[in-house]
């Protein structure tokens, strides 16, 4: 398979299943970090759980009330903040490499469609 990277106004993500130790990469205009397959899996796991819980929580929030909602596991740290329509993803990798990243609102939802398409890749 072809690498493959996905990138529109303040993300980007690609897969290259060729690649030796990192197949992923997430990153936004100005920051980027490769994956490992495992590490990627459970991105994409959390995110997608993350973007449910908080849709979930839609009909207990009041219109002006905000929400964090976290998950993580050994390999990684995520977090969505914000409201129902308009959240930002952060996420922190706690293998041995450490890094870090987030998106805008803006590019967190294009993230996170992305996320959802992951199976093409």
Do not use: H, N
Not at 25 to 43: H, K, P, R, S
Not at 61 to 74: G, K, N, P, T, Y
Not at 84 to 97: E, H, M, Q
């Amino acid at each position: 398979m072809a690498r493959q990277l996905r990138s529109g106004v303040g993300w980007r993500v690609g897969w290259d299943a060729e690649a030796l130790s990192f197949q992923a990469l997430v990153g936004a205009d100005d920051w980027a970090v490769e994956l490992t397959q495992a590490e990627f899996d459970e991105f994409c796991r959390f995110a997608l759980q993350l973007s449910e819980t908080i849709e979930q929580m839609r009909s207990e929030l009041m219109e002006e009330e905000a929400i964090a909602c976290e998950a993580s596991s050994d390999m990684l740290w995520m977090e969505v903040r914000g409201y129902p329509d308009a959240y930002r993803l952060s996420f922190i990798v706690l293998t041995g490499r450490r890094a870090e990243g987030c998106w805008s609102i803006e590019a967190t939802k294009e993230v996170l469609r992305v996320v959802q398409m992951v199976q093409v890749f």
